[in-house]
């Protein structure tokens, strides 16, 4: 089946830290990967995406690349700010039909100054 | 509209009650997901429509729980006596098609959900 497995939180940072977040999947086929983030009291929103192998989705300083040797796609940020304190989920598309985004369960980073 | 729109934002209801959620999803955007995330998981996944028909209701825990979308835009989900162990946030989320690689249209739209209460 297909499953996203994310490092449990939460992580706490302070502010111009680095930032890993780990993220693993199981997947039959090529899966389109995604990150989304959840600040406080708003929607999820979509962070970045790759959906084949070697591609590096980034945005607001966020980078990840899809890794198939490691079925992997580790969220990095170089200098965190206290704006970047929230839930973050990552998620896949599997290649084939309509099946709807697997999450996984989140990790709440909070960003001290 | 601009955003996917769920009403009401927040709901609190007894046990056995009856309770429907309402989806506005995203104008032109033909599929429309609903999921349910409770305190501290991730998003699951309960059922997806593709216009007005349900293309993928694995997700929908009991026959207690029910998604409608006649016309191919507002959806309701309705849940019958419902219980405790459905309080959770209901998410609603729209895209222009289901997940079509490399079209650029794969990306889905979440509203902010709506939060039931099972008192």
């Known amino acids: 089946g297909n499953s996203v497995t994310q490092m449990e939180g939460p992580v706490t940072l302070s502010e111009e830290a680095f930032l890993t977040i780990n993220c693993t999947y199981t997947a039959t086929g090529y899966p389109s990967l995604f990150w989304y983030v959840q600040y406080p009291g708003e929607g999820l929103q979509l962070l970045l995406k790759?959906?084949?192998?070697?591609d590096k989705g980034s945005n607001k300083g966020f980078e990840a690349t899809y890794r198939k040797e490691t079925t992997s796609f580790h969220l990095e940020k170089g200098s965190v700010q206290v704006s970047d304190s929230a839930v973050y989920f990552c998620?896949?598309?599997?290649?084939?039909?309509?099946?709807?985004?697997?999450f996984g369960k989140g990790t709440r980073l909070s960003v001290i100054a | 509209g601009a955003g996917v729109s769920q009403t009401p934002s927040n709901k609190v209801t007894e046990k056995g009650k009856y309770v429907e959620l309402r989806c506005d999803p995203i104008s032109g955007h033909t599929a429309l997901y609903w999921y349910r995330q409770s305190l501290g998981q991730g998003p699951e996944f309960l059922i997806y429509f593709q216009g007005t028909g349900a293309a993928d209701d694995s997700g929908l825990p009991n026959d207690r729980f029910f998604a409608v979308r006649p016309e191919g835009s507002v959806s309701t989900l309705k849940i019958q006596r419902t219980e405790r162990g459905d309080s959770a946030v209901y998410l609603c989320?729209?895209?222009?098609?289901?997940?079509?690689?490399?079209?650029?249209?794969?990306?889905?739209?979440f509203g902010a959900g709506s939060r039931l209460t099972v008192l």
């Open positions: 998620a896949l598309s599997p290649y084939s039909g309509n099946t709807p985004l697997v």
């Open positions: 790759a959906t084949k192998a070697d």
């Open positions: 989320a729209s895209s222009l098609t289901p997940e079509v690689r490399d079209s650029g249209a794969n990306v889905l739209t």
